[in-house]
């Protein structure tokens, strides 16, 4: 799969997400990759997002880097979803987990 190599930053400081625009990154940002999919809305999904995945139920998912598979999951405490599993027509982004950490409790 091509896609594109992109980033956007958690601004610890200010607590907002931007994009990257300077390098080297305050050391207090956390950087967060494009993962190459977006969602049904046309919305671009990093890792670090929650997203609502429609299969048989809503359910809540953090999208993280699994290093071992070198890969995208969608993870939350019952399933995981790889990447290539899932269709972006099931995918919705509903924030990330700086901004609304609550939402996977």
Same mark, same amino acid.
């Given at each position: 799969?091509?896609?594109?190599?992109?980033? *956007?930053?958690?601004?610890?400081?200010?607590?907002?997400? *931007? @994009?990257?625009?300077?390098?080297?990154?305050?050391?207090?940002?956390?950087?967060m990759?494009?993962?190459?999919?977006?969602?049904? &809305?046309?919305?671009?999904?990093?890792?670090?997002?929650?997203?609502?995945?429609?299969?048989?139920? @809503?359910?809540?998912?953090?999208?993280?880097? =699994?290093?071992?598979?070198?890969?995208?999951?969608?993870? @939350?405490? @019952?399933?995981?979803?790889?990447?290539?599993?899932?269709?972006?027509?099931?995918?919705?982004?509903?924030? =990330?987990?700086y901004?609304?950490?609550?939402l &996977?409790?």
């Amino acid at each position: 799969m091509n896609r594109e190599i992109k980033f *956007r930053v958690w601004d610890e400081v200010q607590k907002q997400m *931007r @994009n990257v625009e300077l390098l080297p990154l305050p050391s207090k940002d956390i950087l967060m990759q494009f993962t190459g999919l977006t969602d049904k &809305l046309g919305k671009e999904v990093y890792k670090g997002d929650i997203v609502r995945i429609k299969d048989g139920e @809503n359910e809540f998912f953090v999208v993280l880097w =699994n290093k071992a598979y070198l890969q995208f999951q969608f993870i @939350n405490n @019952n399933k995981m979803f790889e990447l290539p599993d899932i269709e972006e027509k099931q995918i919705e982004v509903i924030s =990330n987990i700086y901004e609304n950490p609550e939402l &996977l409790k």
